[in-house]
């Protein structure tokens, strides 16, 4: 189980422990759903409206948009930003999931609520997602902006956008869309952990004859957690979309229409007035498909490295025992 868990066979995960369980998680997650992460940006930021019946914009649903990237830009395409990308998931992963786990145990220690319910996984879900959010907004802004461009690009690399962008808009624009993203990230991942926590209890195994399904346990609750957090918090994460390529309006021309917006409020005013209410949700079935598959993956993988952390522990202390038995 995900958090602190005092009825455990196995000792607490140490901060390093959990550090790497969830930057792992992250890491081999976000290289499988880059693809619909980059679909989702190129949706969010389109002005014009998405629909295949009244072709306005250049993106006019999920399959035309994925051939319309993959011949103008080639494969790679659905990789790009993939460095800041990865950086973010490993950093944002490790923070993330440190932080629920000392969470969680130091609720259960200082407090008289139980680590494992719903209600503190969403709090400690939430607070925990915050932390990670003010320390990898930076990357966040950074993926954003290599997903945005199209060709000919910007930025050749991560060292000539880090530059170019602290030369030409000030050091404080890798924060760009911050109160949007701390908003929504707090429901967002409280939710992940709250549903995650709801459908492991309501699906856990009667018996160990029944436990051999356990990790299509894991990947089922996970992708459940993430299309309903997703769905609730959705407009906020496309207010963050839209800031964060303010002041890069001339890379995305060619896209279609270029707005600027002054923040989060205006940008939610120009989006009801000029896109209606299905502006706010622009991108969703992508965001839904990638949100099943990267929360169902990142709970999977933090599993499995938690476990494999675990058994290399409980190896180590087997061979050291049966070493002192030998000794004597």
């Known amino acids: 189980m995900v958090g602190y868990d005092p009825g455990a066979q196995s000792a607490a995960l140490s901060p390093y422990e959990a550090a790497f369980a969830g930057s792992a998680a992250g890491m081999v997650t976000r290289a499988l759903c880059s693809p619909f992460d980059i679909l989702k940006i190129r949706f969010q930021l389109q002005i014009e409206r998405v629909s295949s019946t009244t072709p306005?914009?250049?993106y006019r649903g999920l399959f035309q948009a994925t051939r319309c990237i993959h011949s103008e830009e080639g494969l790679s395409a659905f990789w790009k930003g993939h460095i800041p990308a990865q950086l973010l998931s490993i950093c944002f992963g490790a923070v993330q999931f440190t932080s629920f786990e000392l969470l969680t145990e130091l609720v259960h220690k200082s407090t008289p609520y139980d680590s494992q319910t719903p209600g503190v996984h969403f709090i400690c879900g939430g607070l925990a997602a915050c932390s990670a959010t003010v320390a990898c907004q930076p990357l966040d802004t950074l993926r954003t902006r290599f997903a945005a461009q199209g060709e000919p690009k910007v930025y050749k690399n991560l060292r000539h956008a880090v530059s170019t962008m602290v030369r030409s808009e000030g050091a404080l624009t890798f924060y760009r869309g911050l109160s949007p993203t701390v908003m929504a990230v707090f429901p967002y991942a409280g939710l992940q952990f709250f549903f995650y926590n709801v459908f492991k209890k309501l699906l856990s195994p009667s018996s160990k004859a029944e436990s051999s399904g356990e990790n299509i346990?894991?990947?089922i609750c996970g992708s459940g957690a993430g299309m309903i957090s997703k769905t609730a918090t959705y407009p906020f994460d496309l207010f963050k979309k839209r800031l964060q390529v303010g002041g890069f309006e001339a890379a995305r021309v060619h896209f279609g229409q270029v707005r600027s917006y002054r923040g989060p409020i205006d940008c939610a005013v120009q989006i009801a007035k000029e896109e209606g209410?299905?502006?706010?949700?622009?991108?969703?079935?992508?965001?839904?498909l990638k949100a099943a598959l990267s929360t169902g993956f990142t709970f999977f993988w933090y599993e499995f490295f938690v476990n494999a952390i675990h058994n290399v522990k409980s190896g180590q202390k087997t061979h050291v025992s049966g070493e002192s038995f030998v000794g004597r």
């Open 277 to 288: 209410l299905r502006g706010f949700f622009k991108g969703l079935f992508p965001s839904l």
């Open 217 to 219: 346990r894991t990947l």
């Open 56 to 58: 306005e914009g250049k």
